[in-house]
């Protein structure tokens, strides 16, 4: 068997495939009380997951990975202040370090969206469970791999789709199972987002020297380093990730399809485009509408940057339109708006958020690793990955300018050249996606 560093610098670059299937020792989470913990990407829901997770009793944070050093020394320090009995933080820049620890149970994945599959892939072959930041994955291709990977090594990985773990979530989903809202005909996702702004276009530059930019390209074509790429930004970039539809909308999507118990979509369309701010630095849309039809009902997706007048005059949500009321729901709560023609009189609730979705989702993943019950997990990657894909859809429709339609048996595209083109995205530098 080859030695874990060897093994684990063979998958990460240049490797067609995963060759060996490693055994691992029992990991500490077994012989002690405390699981630790260590985090790749700091900047953003890495962070966020960060501070969830030391929230968790008997959990810590003992590593740190980031390709701006400048971000890690700051997180560094306000993580050792956040955890007083915690002495030593260890701070890498390259993650394959991380996963050279025997000591490390977990591993947080917080990078932007085009290192979510290769990073989520080591760390289940280096023995560690996984909490992967959404969308799962950056193409369908890679979200099937991901699956494959975590049954292959036996991992329990979630994936942060936290709202999975708020109670007034699964109270409007059991609503609407419920049947009081009569056929449902139509589920409307709205996004409608006003602070979230391309940046200016602006020259490319030199990275600054705190910034490992070849790293943070990783998988991605090699591009000259731009500000307006970079950081949060990179989500409007289709070498990146997907705009709001795999911002938002892995979010939103997923309990529409959680509400409908439906499958992937028969056929998807899509309009949209650059309109609202065609001079700023953005590859994605805007605005962008897509249809999503399924068996016995449609689901209507509709974004947009820069403005908050969503439908029901809430910027985003989802709503559930049946004969007998339509339920719209979001991140603050649910409501049940009766239809006036109905005969069948239904209640009206109007029920607020009193919790902490991430918080609850860290303690979800915790009990399911202490329990060894991946069953029991709010998200896991095979539900992680489904959303992931029904929103990849949505943009693979605007992408290719065709209604697109899904061969559920065969889990392929019906046309050939959009399975081609669109499935999984082409890895660069000397990166290849696994074949598991």
């Known amino acids: 068997m080859k030695q874990r560093r060897d093994f684990i610098k063979e998958l990460t670059l240049a490797s067609a495939s995963i060759i060996a299937t490693p055994s691992f020792a029992r990991s500490a989470i077994f012989t002690s009380d405390t699981i630790r913990v260590a985090t790749i990407g700091v900047n953003g829901m890495g962070w966020s997951n960060t501070m969830a997770a030391i929230k968790v009793k008997n959990v810590e944070v003992v590593a740190l990975c980031d390709i701006d050093a400048s971000v890690l020394g700051k997180r560094k320090e306000e993580l050792l202040l956040k955890q007083p009995g915690v002495k030593q933080v260890d701070t890498y820049g390259d993650y394959r370090k991380i996963l050279d620890r025997k000591d490390i149970d977990v591993v947080i994945v917080g990078t932007p969206d085009h290192w979510h599959a290769l990073q989520m892939i080591n760390a289940c072959a280096a023995g560690k469970h996984v909490y992967v930041e959404k969308p799962a994955g950056n193409s369908i291709g890679e979200c099937d791999t991901m699956i494959k990977a975590k049954n292959r090594y036996n991992r329990i990985v979630q994936v942060g789709q936290w709202q999975r773990s708020q109670q007034h979530f699964k109270d409007a989903v059991d609503f609407v199972h419920s049947g009081q809202l009569g056929n449902i005909r139509t589920t409307k996702v709205w996004c409608y987002q006003g602070w979230m702004r391309p940046q200016p ?210 889990k392929k595209f019906t046309d050939p050249s959009i399975y081609k083109d669109y499935y999984t995205k082409p890895y660069y530098n000397g990166y290849e996606l696994p074949k598991i």
């Not at 994605?284 to 209507?300: G, H, I, Q, R, S």
């Not at 005059?313 to 339109?321: E, K, L, M, V, Y």
């Not at 603050?332 to 239809?339: K, L, P, Q």
């Not at 069953?375 to 859809?393: D, K, N, P, R, W």
Request: hydrophobic share 40%; glycine share 8%.
């Open 201 to 410: 276009v602006v020259a490319n530059s030199v990275a600054p020297n705190y910034i490992d930019y070849k790293t943070w390209l990783g998988p991605a074509p090699t591009r000259a380093f731009n500000p307006s790429r970079f950081h949060f930004h990179f989500r409007w970039f289709w070498d990146y990730a997907g705009g709001l539809m795999t911002d938002w909308g892995v979010h939103l999507l997923d309990y529409a399809v959680q509400g409908m118990k439906a499958e992937n979509p028969i056929s998807v369309s899509a309009l949209g485009g650059k309109f609202a701010y065609p001079e700023l630095a953005e590859e994605t849309p805007d605005t962008l509408t897509a249809l999503y039809e399924f068996e016995k009902f449609n689901l209507v997706w509709d974004s947009a940057m820069g403005i908050d007048n969503g439908s029901y005059n809430r910027d985003h949500g989802i709503a559930f339109i049946g004969n007998n009321g339509t339920l719209i729901l979001d991140r603050g709560g649910w409501e049940v708006i009766e239809e006036r023609q109905s005969k069948n009189k239904v209640v009206k609730p109007l029920a607020k958020s009193q919790d902490s979705g991430v918080d609850l989702h860290w303690e979800n993943f915790i009990a399911a690793i202490r329990n060894n019950n991946p069953s029991s997990l709010h998200c896991s990657i095979e539900e992680g990955a489904h959303i992931a894909t029904v929103a990849q859809m949505g943009n693979i429709a605007y992408r290719s300018g065709k209604k697109i339609s899904w061969n559920e048996a065969d």
